[in-house]
Every structure is written in C-alpha cells, then in structure tokens.
C-alpha cells in the first residue's frame, strides 16, 4: 500500500513564525503535491514538484516556498506565517505519466492554526 | 480553463437509502480523467476511481457505481443500500492529460448518513 505521512496532524503556531510541514511518501513517486482544504473552497493546490529540487508553483503559492531534496520528502514553509494560513494542508503524492495522470496518494493532514 | 462543480454541498440519508452525488466538469481538452476521493472523518483522502475521457461505460464496484456522461458533462457516484460508514466528503475531481499535475476538485459533498 501507498503510504503518505505528515509530521504532524495537528500544529499552532503564532503570527510571524516560520513553520515546516515535512511530507513523506514510501511508493518512489515522482511526483508530490501541497494544497490546503477550506470549507467551501475544496483542494486548492500549492505547490508541486515531479523531481528532486524541481518545484512549480500552484494557484495560491503566495506566503509559501517549498523544498524537495529527496524523493520521497516534500517540504512545506510558511516564511511568517499569517492568521489567514489557518488551515487543513494537505501533502499527496503519485507516479509522474505521459499524457496520463495517476491517481494520488495523500497523507492525513495537518491541521495549522496560526494564532 | 478546467472547472469541476459539485451542487451539492451536504446531503443526510438514512441507512439502506440509495444516494446519487453529482459532479459536473468543463474542461476543453479532449483527452481528460475524472477521480472521486472520499475523505472520512480522519481527514485522508481515499481514492476511489479513475476515469479517462474515452471510456464511458459505468462501472460498478460492490455498493459503488459511477456514471459517466460526455454528453452531459457529467461523472455521478451512486451508493447503494448506504451504511453508516460511508458518511464522508466526497470529493470530484478532473485532471486533463497534457497538463497533468493540475488536479482540480470540486468543493465536495458531504455526506450523512444515520441509522
């Protein structure tokens, strides 16, 4: 079985703060993913990354950086984290295909607060 | 630009009741793949099927079943005979083949189910 872990499932933190969101996958996936969840709003992507050290930026990429020096981590960053990043993130991963696309795999989240 | 919509934001059954969640896409790509993930009360997302542009036969997977129409733009998951366990968000989502790290779900359904 795929199995995607999160560091933590649940994490406060106060304004300003840098906070990491470390992500693990143990299927060789290239590809990894970071979205957030809010009510209303469903998975919004991040940022994703199809190889070690390569990224691309999401549709909300803004207050957030990444890094991936291995292939099976994916870390997430919130440089100064804000009220507004309180949220459910959510870290996915799945193989990388040539005019397909593979399902993906998440892990259980973490639920952020920042106060 | 691709877009999935799910109407329905919560939906309460009771047991054995059959359920119909509802899942419209646009997208214009010919060449495309529709996904519903369950997400229980742990907060995982789970994947539950994928399908791609050209095969439009329903599928059927014990109480599950999907149908998938091209003419209506539309990929409809069906439970039948609903149990508790199956009280969830569901989620859609559609991902076209040539850009295929950007997976777009819908706001999901949440799904209720009594005893």
């Known amino acids: 079985d795929v199995k995607v872990t999160q560091s933590s499932r649940y994490l406060v933190k106060r304004t300003g703060e840098k906070v990491f969101l470390e992500c693990v996958q143990d299927?060789?996936?290239?590809?990894m993913f970071w979205y957030r969840q809010d009510p209303g709003l469903g998975l919004r992507l991040i940022y994703f990354?199809?190889?070690?050290?390569?990224?691309e930026k999401g549709d909300i990429p803004e207050g957030y950086s990444v890094s991936r020096e291995k292939k099976e981590r994916f870390s997430l960053i919130l440089e100064s984290a804000s009220t507004n990043q309180t949220s459910m993130y959510l870290c996915?991963?799945?193989?990388?295909?040539?005019?397909?696309?593979?399902?993906?795999?998440f892990g259980p989240g973490t639920r952020l607060t920042v106060t | 630009a691709q877009k999935v919509t799910q109407a329905q934001t919560e939906i309460s059954v009771v047991e054995k009741e059959d359920v119909t969640l509802d899942c419209v896409y646009e997208?214009?790509?010919?060449?495309?793949?529709l996904f519903w993930y369950k997400q229980p009360p742990s907060g995982e997302l789970v994947f539950l099927i994928r399908?791609?542009?050209?095969?439009?036969q329903n599928e059927i997977s014990g109480r599950y079943s999907w149908n998938f129409q091209k003419s209506t733009s539309s990929f409809n998951f069906t439970i039948t005979a609903s149990q508790v366990v199956d009280s969830a968000v569901y989620f859609c989502?559609?991902?076209?083949?040539?850009?295929?790290?950007?997976?777009?779900f819908g706001a999901g359904t949440r799904l209720t189910v009594k005893p």
């Open positions: 996915a991963s799945s193989l990388i295909g040539r005019a397909l696309t593979y399902e993906q795999y």
């Open positions: 299927m060789d996936h290239e590809n």
């Open positions: 990354s199809y190889d070690v050290k390569m990224k």
């Open positions: 997208t214009r790509d010919t060449t495309y793949y």
């Open positions: 399908r791609n542009s050209f095969d439009e």
């Open positions: 989502a559609l991902s076209e083949a040539y850009n295929n790290n950007d997976m777009r």
